[in-house]
């Protein structure tokens, strides 16, 4: 079977640092495994192929690599990191996949993409701290934190509290044109690194910089939106998504309509820091014309393709 489909893969940032804390290796060799399963799946069927990725846990970790170093060295402001950290992740997917593509001998050219995601200054929405970043950390030790170094810090899950940013909505890609044509190309293209660094238009028609992390998932629906793609693929660290999650009466969900994901969403079902903005980014991107969402995690990747696993959502 092949295909002229785009996908758009969401590869989230706690999926390649589940704790917000492993080592490069580590997260290298989650990388790999999770290219192999791009390449058994949808390389392997001939779609064109766009991957995005979280950086929440690693720009976390640069921040606080920066503030630790305030007066050695100069700062360096969260969006210049969010543009760094884009880099380095997308150094670390698209060398992983250059060698499985040889290893499956595939002759496909990877690129990274540093893309950057417009924004509504205007929005005070913007301002408000919300997306989570760095490690995880005790509830002492978070609040030690917040009053050290002036961070804004919640409760992320049962592993810990973690620090906030805030976090605009993205309206559009930038580079989405450039990036449609690379996929014309043939290339696999790696975008939208991090949710994209954050950028609004001034008063004088210039694009400047805001310090903030774009949340990857609703900057993949976007994405996913301008370049008229057919499927998108969130890759998290559960293999499908619960209603009542952690909770006794959790109902693991398989195949979901549009409809249905817009009722248990607006019922407050998923909450903002976990599974809420990946179900929100489905909604918005089977609403703007997609026609596929599938939720699950890495090791389970490949079964989606296969044995339609994971959470489906679509139209009907």
Not at 80 to 88: D, I
Not at 95 to 118: C, D, G, P, R
Not at 174 to 200: D, F, Q
Request: glycine share 8%; proline share 3%; with cysteine.
């Amino acid at each position: 079977m092949s295909s002229n489909k785009i996908v758009v893969i969401a590869l989230g940032g706690n999926a390649i640092s589940p704790s917000g804390n492993c080592d490069i290796h580590e997260e290298f060799s989650r990388t790999r495994k999770s290219m192999k399963s791009i390449i058994a799946s949808y390389v392997a069927n001939d779609y064109k192929i766009v991957i995005t990725h979280g950086n929440g846990p690693q720009v976390g970790n640069e921040l606080q690599r920066v503030e630790l170093a305030k007066g050695i060295v100069p700062d360096v402001p969260l969006g210049v990191l969010v543009a760094e950290t884009q880099g380095s992740i997308g150094y670390m997917i698209e060398q992983s996949l250059q060698n499985e593509l040889a290893k499956s001998n595939y002759n496909l050219q990877v690129i990274t993409v540093l893309t950057q995601v417009l924004i509504d200054f205007n929005d005070k929405d913007n301002r408000k701290p919300k997306k989570f970043i760095g490690q995880y950390f005790s509830k002492a030790d978070a609040q030690e934190l917040s009053e050290k170094n002036n961070w804004d810090v919640k409760e992320a899950s049962s592993k810990g509290w973690r620090r906030i940013v805030p976090s605009p909505k993205p309206i559009e890609i930038i580079n989405h044109k450039l990036i449609s044509n690379l996929l014309r190309e043939n290339a696999i293209v790696i975008a939208c690194g991090g949710g994209g660094i954050p950028v609004y238009i001034d008063e004088k028609g210039r694009y400047e910089g805001f310090d903030a992390v774009i949340d990857k998932d609703l900057a993949s629906a976007v994405l996913a939106k301008n370049i008229l793609a057919d499927e998108l693929i969130i890759l998290t660290a559960v293999d499908n998504v619960y209603l009542n999650f952690g909770k006794e009466n959790q109902k693991m969900l398989e195949k979901i309509t549009l409809r249905e994901a817009k009722y248990y969403y607006n019922n407050g079902e998923f909450p903002d820091g976990s599974m809420g903005p990946k179900i929100l980014s489905a909604i918005k991107f089977l609403e703007s014309g997609g026609k596929k969402v599938v939720i699950t995690s890495i090791e389970n990747s490949k079964n989606t393709f296969e044995k339609n696993s994971g959470t489906i959502i679509t139209k009907e």
